[in-house]
């Protein structure tokens, strides 16, 4: 199969696009609306989260054969690494917490991708949620600030997965057309990954959404 990774990426985010509004904490936090305990317990769920994430885009770029696929996973593993830092302003994971199924399903895939799927799928995949979590980054760390009055060191961890890395996203449209050059890319099976990537990641937002409604 040959044709424009671009192309393709972008068709697999249209695919995703209507269900990016599902994300029921957002608009939650933007109204001022959900309990300032929220990002506390973001903080404590993305603890988990971004060390294992982290541990699996490591192993995604020992499996990719390609030199841009590699970069793209080194580059995803080193920003994983960056993000687990500025999570501490909020909160760490404390000896009592206890992780939530619905948030925990995501990087669970994320660790299964790491094994079992193919570097290029998992790539689509990847960069077709990119936008939508951006978006939901953005605006959370807009609204911490306007509405709940945290300072920039707490705002860390969300301004910087809301910053766009068109470096990156360059990385992966190379490493995806390479796949698609050599006929080593399955559309059906990077479509699939993303919707899932999205359906986890919608989980997230949704449980803490129905944990983290004021009273």
Same mark, same amino acid.
């Given at each position: ?24 904490? %957002?608009?939650? /936090?933007?109204?001022?609306? @959900?309990?300032?305990?929220?990002? #506390? $317990? &973001? +903080? !404590? ?78 790539? %689509?995949?990847? /960069?077709?949620?990119?936008? @939508?979590?951006?978006?939901?980054? #953005? $605006? &959370? +760390? !807009? ?73």
């Amino acid at each position: 199969m040959t044709g424009s990774a671009r192309e393709l990426i972008d068709a697999v985010q249209a695919e995703l696009a209507p269900r990016d509004g599902e994300n029921r904490l %957002v608009p939650l /936090v933007e109204a001022g609306e @959900a309990a300032r305990e929220v990002f #506390a $317990a &973001i +903080a !404590a769920e993305e603890y988990r989260i971004v060390r294992s994430d982290w541990r699996a885009f490591l192993h995604l770029a020992a499996r990719a054969r390609e030199r841009n696929a590699r970069e793209f996973f080194a580059a995803l593993a080193s920003g994983e690494g960056l993000a687990l830092g500025k999570l501490a302003a909020l909160a760490e994971e404390s000896p009592g917490f206890e992780p939530r199924a619905g948030c925990q399903a995501y990087p669970a895939f994320v660790a299964w991708l790491a094994l079992n799927g193919e570097p290029a799928d998992v790539i %689509v995949a990847i /960069v077709a949620n990119f936008a @939508a979590f951006g978006r939901y980054c #953005a $605006a &959370i +760390a !807009a609204a911490m600030r306007e509405r709940y009055g945290f300072d920039d060191e707490a705002c860390a961890f969300f301004d910087f997965f809301g910053t766009p890395s068109p470096e990156l996203e360059e990385l992966a449209v190379r490493a995806v057309q390479a796949a698609l050059d050599a006929g080593q890319l399955s559309e059906k099976d990077a479509r699939t990954h993303a919707r899932l990537f999205q359906a986890y990641e919608l989980d997230f937002w949704n449980t803490l959404a129905d944990d983290g409604r004021r009273d």
